[in-house]
């Protein structure tokens, strides 16, 4: 899934063999492709529309998550049993509707698609300035990038992440929040007159979590399309004729396992930016420091990976959507034949 690299609008296969076996995107001699904005629109429509469709199959998941992650004081006895997905999901549902699960999912579209369309953007800029030719294709440089890539289309959007937590941890039915009224109430709370940085609550470990977030995820994918473009394993994983060109299992399998283990790494750092989030609904802390000690005290080391086993559920079905929507797009919007 963070196998952002953008192909030629007609697909071709634009990776090199390189000495020792290793594969690396070939670098345009110019950025024609790059600053091409009707090619890089559509890049970023394919995307982001596929970044929807992923989000939708497991929004209840990721509703769910939310709760367990922020420990919210119904739905805690839950994140600790087995089982205790599906009886949060059957409470939400028995309690509030089925609508219920997907409370704070239209924000969370809102977020995810111009998300997906900087994220491709940025990656390919940051490459076309940094990856002049196939021999400086490296690991360290294709973190530099992911980890630049993610951390631009993160701040450009958190506002828009914030807000859909906040509507994803409330509950009352009675009076539901609006996406404009929770807006409202975060840029007003606290002292004075309010602040536009309240919008931007939790933005530190965010910012913290993204880069090993996104480095990791895209030096595991590569790990693995090199391991699985072997000579042993090749013939049951590329795609006839092509010596380079990944079969559709073999491209879901690099994208859920290196999103597993990006997401094992930095899920700490996840916990906690959530409980900054919802800072003034739970227990008021906001410092990176006062919650995570907030976190040690009530649940211990556990405490940083509540919801893990719910990111490793929801993780394959939302790659399987995304690589298939996007491959789908691209198709119907001329990218690739």
């Known amino acids: 899934m963070r196998d952002s690299g953008i192909s ?23 950025n024609e492709d790059s600053s091409n904005l009707d090619f890089a629109l559509r890049n970023g429509l394919a995307g982001g529309v596929a970044g929807c469709a992923a989000k939708t199959i497991v929004a209840p998941l990721e509703r769910i998550r939310i709760l367990f992650q922020t420990s919210h004081s119904h739905f805690v006895r839950y994140s600790t049993r087995w ?37 491709f953007l940025a990656y390919e800029q940051f490459r076309a300035a940094i990856v002049t030719s196939p021999d400086q294709e490296a690991p360290w440089r294709r973190f530099l990038c992911g980890s630049m890539a993610g951390a631009t289309s993160t701040l450009l959007t958190y506002p828009l992440e914030l807000i859909r937590t906040r509507l994803a941890f409330e509950t009352v039915q009675k009076n539901p929040s609006s996406w404009v009224g929770i807006s409202k109430k975060i840029y ?18 965010t910012m913290l979590g993204i880069l090993p977030y996104a480095g990791t995820s895209f030096l595991t994918h590569d790990v693995l399309r090199d391991w699985l473009r072997s000579p042993a394993l090749a013939p049951y994983t590329l795609e006839a004729p092509s010596s380079t060109r990944l079969t559709a299992v073999a491209q879901l399998s690099c994208g859920a396992v290196a999103g597993i283990v990006a997401q094992t790494v930095s899920y700490p750092i996840d916990i906690i930016r959530r409980r900054m ?22 649940r211990g080391v556990r405490g940083f990976y509540v919801g893990l086993t719910i990111g490793y559920v929801k993780m394959a079905p939302m790659v399987a959507t995304s690589f298939y929507v996007y491959d789908r797009m691209k198709r119907s919007l001329g990218l690739i034949e």
Request: proline fraction near 6%; charged fraction near 15%.
């Open 8 to 30: 030629p609008p007609i697909a071709t296969d634009p990776l090199t063999k390189r000495e020792g076996g290793h594969y690396g995107y070939r670098t345009p001699k110019s």
């Open 83 to 119: 089982g205790g997905l599906i009886k949060a999901a059957r409470d939400i549902r028995t309690s509030y509707g089925i609508l219920a699960l997907f409370k704070g999912h239209s924000a969370s579209l809102v977020r995810v698609f111009p998300y997906a369309g900087i994220n």
């Open 188 to 205: 007003f709370e606290g002292v004075g007159n309010g602040s536009f940085f309240n919008l931007y609550r939790g933005i530190t470990p």
């Open 277 to 298: 989030q919802v800072g003034n609904v739970g227990n008021g802390q906001s410092g990176i420091l006062e919650t995570t000690q907030r976190i040690f005290i009530e």
